[in-house]
């Protein structure tokens, strides 16, 4: 098999970005046509997410404002006219191609509640079910900045995993990924091929430039991260060259091809990992790091150094070394107060502060999932 063999896959996730569904800031609906065309043939072999932008802009347009609005609140106004507008005419190209589009709109609470995130995926499975293609957007009506997803591409990418995708297609305004931008550098080349996301890979990201979406190159390796993690290989293609997404399910070499990983994490690790906002952190010492990482041990209140920020019981908190670097998330044992005072100290010690029963781990390996950062060469 090679490696853009496709034939395999099943079930997969289009992210449609702004700059594909918009020209010179106004929604496309002759390539918007040209693409649902593709995707409803698409959809009659395989089982097909679309995570679509585009809400936002239609509502640009509806309302008659000058650009994309910069308050959330005029955000949100924009979402919540453009949405309906955007969902009908997804229904109206899959209905004459008698097929269902199902809108899904999601938060990031509807990721970071384990029973919500439960629910959300047995819902996509019923609409596979039905033969349904969900329309997913993240609910930006009434999101705000602290419960924010960020960007349709994190949302691409947690959905991927959300569902057991077997690919990722990233629909942007680029080629791909490239040794430098081609914008500024003409010696630029695509790189075709990307084993693993490690620090060289992230440096190549560059910013949004387009003035009408969110996500520049750097989400878009994020996502491409989160969705290898949880198995997902990720292509990122320029979603207005010509029968794109078809060519590359044929196998044509577009875009950047990223591969998945060869030991993904469990949906639990998944979901501590990347669908948690942490609420605090805990500094600890080389011996505490080793644990976790090369043990896979528990984090112990021994080796915690320093404990930053308000949490309770159960609340996500991320694992950093003395230098602020962090490797680690997970659930605490303890609210933080009550780490503080613990920080530091033996069980036996911990004992005498807390009286029988304590709980002896700050974090139980458990509830512990690693964040890693590895060293990945720049392919030639």
Not at 77 to 103: D, H, I, K, T
Not at 266 to 275: D, G, T, V, Y
Request: proline share 4%.
């Amino acid at each position: 098999m090679s490696l853009r063999d496709f034939s395999h896959v099943r079930r997969l996730v289009v992210k449609l970005g702004t700059g594909v569904l918009t020209e010179r800031g106004h929604f496309d609906a002759i390539h918007f046509a040209r693409l649902t065309a593709d995707l409803a043939e698409i959809a009659r072999t395989r089982q097909l997410v679309i995570v679509s932008s585009g809400a936002v802009a239609l509502g640009v347009e509806r309302l008659g404002l000058d650009g994309r609005p910069r308050t959330l609140p005029a955000k949100q106004a924009a979402a919540a006219v453009g949405q309906g507008l955007l969902m009908n005419r997804y229904e109206s190209a899959f209905g004459a191609a008698g097929l269902c589009a199902a809108q899904i709109l999601l938060t990031h609470s509807d990721f970071s509640s384990r029973t919500r995130y439960l629910n959300a995926r047995r819902a996509f499975e019923c609409l596979f079910e039905h033969r349904a293609i969900p329309i997913v957007n993240e609910n930006d009506t009434v999101s705000v900045d602290e419960i924010k997803l960020g960007d349709n591409d994190n949302l691409a990418g947690l959905v991927a995993g959300l569902i057991g995708a077997d690919l990722l297609v990233i629909a942007s305004d680029v080629d791909g990924l490239f040794t430098a931008d081609p914008r500024e550098d003409p010696t630029a080349r695509r790189i075709s091929f990307v084993e693993q996301v490690g620090p060289d890979i992230e440096r190549l990201a560059g910013e949004s430039k387009s003035g009408v979406g969110t996500g520049g190159m750097a989400t878009k390796i994020h996502a491409a991260r989160c969705a290898a993690e949880a198995g997902v290989p990720t292509i990122i293609l320029h979603g207005k060259a010509p029968s794109a997404l078809p060519r590359v399910l044929r196998g044509e070499d577009l875009g950047t091809y990223f591969g998945a990983s060869h030991s993904p994490l469990s949906a639990r690790k998944r979901w501590l990992a990347h669908a948690l906002r942490p609420k605090g952190m805990l500094r600890v010492d080389e011996g505490a790091r080793r644990a976790v990482l090369d043990a896979k041990k528990s984090l112990l209140p021994s080796g915690v150094r320093a404990v930053e920020g308000h949490f309770e019981v159960g609340d996500p908190v991320d694992i950093a070394d003395l230098d602020g670097q962090v490797f680690a998330r997970g659930l605490s044992a303890h609210e933080a107060s009550e780490l503080r005072r613990i920080a530091g100290r033996h069980s036996s010690q911990i004992e005498a502060l807390l009286g029988e029963g304590f709980v002896e781990e700050a974090i139980h390996r458990d509830d512990l999932a690693l964040l890693p950062r590895e060293n990945t060469p720049v392919p030639a």
